[in-house]
């Protein structure tokens, strides 16, 4: 039974900064792409940022790049996003997920999902 779980979410301000992690277990880990992908309130799952499963290429939204990171280790079967500069318009569930193939920045490529940590930027 494949397990994705995310922890590190919270309340924060405008400027502050957050590191997600998601932590997976069964599945083959090396052999998957791990995405993060965001929903706020009334809006569609949006893509966040992905890296393949070697850890040799990653890809980060437009809307995030140059401040969010995502890294991976598959000796721990883990992921982690790393979150700069932090905005309102940041606040929304992220959600972790892992596909076998396809686009990676479209989610229903993706196989299997956390069941997501809500990460909120407020003054």
């Known amino acids: 039974q494949v397990q994705l779980v995310e922890s590190g979410g919270g309340l924060v301000q405008p400027g502050d900064s957050l590191r997600l992690s998601c932590a997976a277990s069964?599945?083959?880990?090396?052999?998957?792409?791990m995405g993060w992908f965001r929903q706020a309130p009334g809006k569609g799952r949006e893509f966040v940022a992905a890296?393949?499963?070697?850890?040799?290429?990653?890809s980060e939204a437009d809307s995030v790049k140059d401040r969010f990171s995502i890294s991976r280790d598959n000796s721990k079967n883990s992921i982690d996003l790393q979150m700069n500069d932090l905005k309102p318009e940041d606040t929304a569930i992220y959600y972790c997920?892992?596909?076998?193939?396809?686009?990676?920045?479209?989610?229903?490529?993706?196989?299997?999902w956390g069941q997501g940590t809500q990460v909120t930027v407020s003054l």
């Open positions: 069964g599945l083959t880990f090396n052999r998957y792409t």
């Open positions: 997920a892992a596909q076998s193939s396809g686009n990676w920045r479209y989610p229903h490529n993706y196989d299997y």
């Open positions: 890296i393949a499963g070697t850890g040799g290429a990653a």
